[in-house]
């Protein structure tokens, strides 16, 4: 079959099983089985099955249920409460000081957990209320806890980097160096926004009341919330990049140390654990069966010379290589908006590396702007995950349609992070070729 006529086909089957409803995992794999039966018959399913073994057992992903499960049981330590309550005590009485706070607080939690939805939920459920109480306006409020929350898909230990890495054969160590400094400049980025707009605008973010401020002295106290969540950080991230142990290990000892930080909050509980424990398993349930889905997806998609379809049209085209770039990241952002990032992560990173490496631009470079891509996936609709965490959350009075709104400005902010990391790559590459070398 021509490779044009099956792109077609295959990704337009696809997109309507998923508007009929059925579950991204479940498209996936009907239509990866279905093309594997129509082409190869029978013997192309054992052919399948192989390639899915491979994958399956693969020591650098197992590190993702031990992360999954230090988020979970952070997310219920109650750490986002004391964090929230020294941003409190800290920042309150500056204009946006809350939201500034926030963003801040989302950082720590992407530092420690390395997902998107604990710090999103965990915000949502704690500074929401306080900020909207203290005549925060709605918009910049949910916006700043999304986008936020968002962080933890780049700043390390971000199971998308560990993903990333394993496909597109990279240091894990590297990949999370590499996402240290661009992860910073997003914070910086929406900082910025928030301070100015607030300067200029302060109803949007109005201070706390006076009566309401603490002394130097409660500050000061209210500094010991951060001295768990910074060791937690050192001993995980640390470890990994200085290569005392593998990233897998690594994510043990932060599901323990995880366990620990609960046990010192004295929220530690046999159903806290049980939730945990649950909780992990159906995520990597469904995080697996995208996986498993994905991978038949691409492996036939690739296995009828599709790749070299693109290399021909990329060659043909007489594009210079920063416009293929372009393209890749324009195609990402548009698959961010669609698809869950694990399937992404499976369907293109086996397509789009080579090409790169082709070019001659640096993978570990390429992975940032990949994981810029899957940030912004996110919080775009239809199907960004944090609107959906951030409805369920949310009063009736804040509508779809506000936090749809909310992120646009924050949207921008990421666009422009990936333009300044695109231009200047050792905003991602200085940091990794320190500790591992050029």
Not at 206 to 233: M, Q, T
Not at 378 to 386: A, E, S
Request: glycine share 10%.
């Amino acid at each position: 079959m021509d490779p044009v006529i099956l792109t077609i086909v295959m990704f337009a089957s696809l997109l309507l099983l998923m508007i009929a409803g059925m579950p991204l995992a479940f498209a996936l794999g009907v239509v990866a089985t279905a093309i594997v039966m129509l082409l190869w018959g029978p013997g192309g399913i054992d052919m399948l099955f192989h390639s899915l073994f491979d994958v399956s057992h693969s020591f650098c992903l197992a590190a993702i249920p031990p992360f999954l499960f230090m988020g979970i049981v952070l997310q219920k330590s109650g750490i986002g409460e004391e964090l929230f309550d020294m941003v409190y005590r800290l920042m309150g009485g500056v204009s946006g000081g809350l939201a500034l706070g926030v963003v801040v607080i989302c950082a720590l939690f992407a530092a420690m957990v390395g997902l998107s939805g604990p710090a999103t939920i965990a915000m949502g459920l704690i500074a929401l209320p306080t900020m909207l109480k203290h005549g925060y306006d709605k918009r910049l409020v949910t916006g700043t806890i999304q986008a936020g929350g968002s962080l933890g898909v780049l700043i390390p230990p971000s199971v998308g980097f560990i993903m990333y890495a394993f496909l597109a054969s990279q240091s894990t160590g590297r990949m999370f160096a590499a996402g240290v400094f661009p992860g910073l400049l997003l914070v910086v980025l929406f900082m910025l926004y928030i301070f100015i707009r607030c300067h200029f605008q302060p109803h949007m973010g109005p201070p706390v009341p006076a009566e309401e401020r603490s002394n130097w002295l409660e500050k000061l106290k209210s500094l010991k919330a951060v001295i768990l969540p910074a060791l937690l950080i050192f001993i995980v991230l640390g470890f990994i990049i200085f290569g005392v142990t593998s990233p897998t290990e690594a994510a043990a000892i932060g599901g323990v140390g995880a366990l620990v930080v609960a046990a010192i909050h004295r929220t530690l509980s046999w159903k806290v654990l049980k939730e945990a424990v649950l909780s992990t398993g159906k995520l990597m349930g469904m995080i697996m069966w995208i996986q498993f889905t994905a991978v038949a997806f691409s492996k036939i998609y690739q296995g009828l010379g599709t790749q070299k379809m693109i290399e021909g049209f990329v060659a043909g085209a007489g594009l210079s290589p920063m416009v293929v770039i372009i393209l890749m990241l324009f195609t990402l952002i548009v698959f961010g908006m669609l698809l869950d990032q694990t399937a992404i992560c499976f369907l293109t990173i086996p397509l789009f590396t080579p090409i790169v490496m082709g070019l001659g631009f640096d993978l570990v470079w390429f992975g940032v702007l990949f994981q810029l891509c899957m940030e912004m996936g996110y919080i775009t609709p239809p199907f960004g995950w944090n609107l959906f965490y951030m409805k369920a959350i949310v009063p009736p009075e804040i509508t779809m349609g506000d936090l749809y709104m909310s992120i646009i400005p924050f949207t921008g902010l990421m666009i422009l992070g990936l333009a300044i990391v695109v231009m200047f790559p050792q905003i991602a590459l200085w940091l990794p070729n320190l500790l591992f070398g050029a």
